[in-house]
């Protein structure tokens, strides 16, 4: 049986970073045959044509049929893994909060095609921005399927963050654990080093050898470049991150499917873990076990940390009460 992976705004650019490594098989395995259906509105279709002509030309094993389609029903149909890609992209100077109205309408009828059409597995990783709030919408509209199936991208972040520390600590990133993201995929995000460790050893300790004071390096160097580091690419690059966003859209799917080693990070819907109100979709440290995201409990969060948090919680709850207000909740 092959995996149907439906990818919303595959003619894009994150869409066409993500099709050809899917169908090499670095997301589900090199044993596991996918179907893929590249989901656009009109004006995009001729960009998921010119792909699904290109996976042809890649001759890959594993590929079994592409389909590409501006309907919804038909591209969710059966659906067990759908990447929500499609969205309107931060331009320069534009906050991802100014997209919420631009994107509030296409994640509620999504979410409702995916109630209606995907198989009873489906999993949903939403990587459009703004990622939490357009997978709280997406939730909430897509009635009878549980909330759990429904996760937003932080792993880029996370990424960022545990890059940004190998290169300060002159360490091998695969050395850097447990650099979990809390809270929105945005700047009031919180890269948290309290639990990290580089070699098996506190960061926290190496970082006290190489910054000074480690608080005023966190606050004035690390979090500001990881949280701002979207903004970075864009202002450097002239459009967002693309392929390092596909990668990490990669790493959070395989590592939901086939389950995690050690913590990572992951936007899911809160049941009040960590005070986080019930129903936002907030990043958390995670594990994924037999095919399940299961927040890592029982953390202790110093006042700075718990403030950092909060303040990001509090976005959250802003977009939610800025989209309610749109009448999309
Ligand atoms: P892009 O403009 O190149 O592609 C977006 C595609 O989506 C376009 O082809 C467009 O036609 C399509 N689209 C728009 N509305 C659609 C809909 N209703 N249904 C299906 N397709 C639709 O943009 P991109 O660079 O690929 O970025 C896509 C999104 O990913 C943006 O919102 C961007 O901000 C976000 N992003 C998120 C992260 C993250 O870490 N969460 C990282 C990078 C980018
Ligand atoms: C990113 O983090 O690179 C993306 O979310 C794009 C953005 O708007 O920052």
Known sequence: MATTITITGAGGQIGYALLFRIAAGDMLGHGEKVRLRLLEIPQGLKGAEGAALELQDGAFDLL???EVTD?????FDGCNVALLVGARPRGPGMERGDLLA???????PQGRAIADRAASDVRVTVVGNPANTNALIAAASADGVP???FSALTRLDENRARAQLAAVLDAPVASIRRVPIWGNHSATQFPDVTHATVEGRPVLDALAERVGDVRTWLEGTFIPRVAKRGA???EVRGSSSVASAANATIEH??????GTSDWTSAGVVS???YGVPEGLVSSFPVRSVDGQWQIVEGLEL???ARGRIDASVAELVDERDTVRALGVL
């Open 271 to 273: 049941r009040g873990e």
């Open 147 to 149: 909330a759990d199936r």
């Open 253 to 258: 799917t395989r590592d939901w499917v086939a």
């Open 64 to 66: 079994e049929s592409v």
């Open 302 to 304: 110093d006042e700075w």
């Open 232 to 234: 970075e690419i864009i």
């Open 71 to 75: 309907d919804a029903a038909t591209g």
């Open 102 to 108: 631009a994107n509030a309408g296409i994640f509620g």
